[in-house]
């Protein structure tokens, strides 16, 4: 098999599963709601154009964002797409500053025909991720000084099913079934660090869900002439009650400051297993891109999602509703097997700014990034390397806010099988 001849899939997994070791973020904003989202955009070459993906179709890609998207498939290919992703962070206020990095497997994907108008695809990615670590000191004149540490960790993941249906020649249906899992861990205590007389207090709450979400897609394609192609997509996805269970345990402690042993003096609350629902909100968003054959192409996305319908366990939350805007493009100098490797690479760019779900202090944290990426050709191969690289922040240092600063790092390869086909003998 091609792929194992490359030895590009072993190396892969190698890395793979030495990034997963490191899952942990560094982002205190991931303490709000279902943490950091991540979106169905993640694949390497979609990420390097500004995450453009709505109405973006391409027989060599698996494009989970708009599961309309699989009908681009070619009739007689096995599709596998693969990626890493690296984010490299650093945190400042007006006062202070740290950085850090996480690194961990982003997607895994297949797709491949199933009939002349039937397209099928699966994977797996993350939903949503937690880490952060913080001490907050609150100095009281007359009184001790206050010192209150909050960390959390954990996320949800997610493994679809996704299928498309032709419908003509020209439009395109899709579903995505994606079966949503994970668990949170949210710790919290308050010390006095002048007094020992003073009980602390430590609480501990784990969350955890699974359930099915549904979301769903339309592409049509414009053709204006032979090479200038024009795809509008549509998306959806419909709110869903995600069924999860909750851990809570609250003590009065000593101890636990500067290294000392954490004391239990006892239990101010205990709820063991609590099962309820947390409110997925409705989400739909608009996108196009426009094509000169394989020469050059050009997208925009619009997304939207109310999510200030957001709830757990029958309590609203204070989030915003948010939207997402992406601007990008690709170009290829030459396609064709005899150009040199420069001309026959393709170059991405583009931008996105988000406005996220979470407002502190009457101060948006939304998030701005600028990317660009390469995909390298193997020789004598329909196997691609894919690069991107993108630069933006997140949040303010007003009001005593944090700014992340971060530079996120992709890495994937897509390899392309004919597995579909006979093979014929002279």
């Known amino acids: 098999m091609k792929i194992l001849k490359t030895g590009i899939l072993p190396i892969l997994l190698f890395f793979v599963l030495g990034a997963s070791a490191q899952t942990r973020i560094n982002s205190p904003y991931s303490r709000y709601g279902l943490g950091e989202l991540y979106g169905k955009n993640n694949n390497t070459a979609l990420l390097a154009m500004g995450g453009i993906s709505i109405g973006y179709a391409n027989p060599t890609m698996v494009n989970p964002a708009n599961p309309a998207s699989y009908g681009a498939f070619d009739s007689a290919t096995f599709v596998f797409d693969v990626g890493i992703f690296a984010d490299f ?7 202070l500053s740290e950085s850090g990095y996480f690194a961990s497997l982003n997607y895994l994907y297949f797709g491949f025909p199933v009939t002349k108008w039937w397209r099928t695809s699966l994977g797996m990615m993350p939903f949503s991720k937690i880490g952060y670590d913080v001490n907050i000191l609150v100095e009281l004149k007359g009184f ?44 919290s205590i308050i010390n006095f660090p002048d007094s020992i007389l003073i009980l602390g207090t430590k609480t501990e709450s784990i969350v ?34 995600l069924s999860a269970t909750r851990a809570y345990l609250a003590t009065t402690i000593s101890g636990a400051t500067d290294g000392s042993v954490e004391v239990v003096k006892d239990t101010i609350a205990y709820q063991p297993e609590e099962t309820g629902t947390i409110l997925l909100p409705d989400r739909m968003g608009f996108g196009f891109t426009f094509k000169n054959g394989e020469s050059w192409l050009i997208g925009a996305d619009f997304e939207w999602q109310n999510w200030e319908r957001f709830e757990g366990f029958g309590v609203l939350d204070t989030l915003n509703n948010s939207w997402r805007f992406a601007l990008g493009g690709e170009f290829r100098p030459k396609h064709t097997s005899i150009s040199s490797l420069f001309t026959r690479m393709t170059y991405r760019l583009g931008m996105r700014y ?12 939304n998030e701005f990034g600028i990317s660009f990426g390469l995909t390298f050709p193997l020789k004598k191969s329909r196997t691609t390397l894919d690069l991107g690289i993108e630069i933006g ?19 994937g390869v897509s390899i392309n099988e004919y597995w579909f086909h006979k093979r014929k003998f002279q």
């Open 89 to 95: 962070k650093s945190l400042k206020t007006t006062t």
């Open 393 to 411: 922040k997140r949040g303010t240092t007003k009001d005593n806010l944090i700014q992340e600063n971060f530079v996120n790092f992709t890495f």
């Open 354 to 365: 988000n406005k996220s779900y979470l407002s502190i202090a009457n101060n948006p944290i």
């Open 144 to 187: 001790s000084n206050v010192e209150n540490s909050i960390e959390g960790d954990g996320g949800l993941n997610q493994f679809f099913w996704g299928n498309a249906f032709n419908i003509g020649k020209n439009f395109r249906a899709g579903i995505n079934t994606t079966y949503l899992f994970g668990e949170s861990r949210r710790r």
């Open 208 to 241: 955890r869900g699974g359930d099915f979400i549904f979301d769903y897609g339309l592409q049509y394609d414009i053709h204006f002439n032979k090479t200038k192609k024009l795809t509008i997509g549509l998306v959806y996805a419909n709110s869903i009650q």
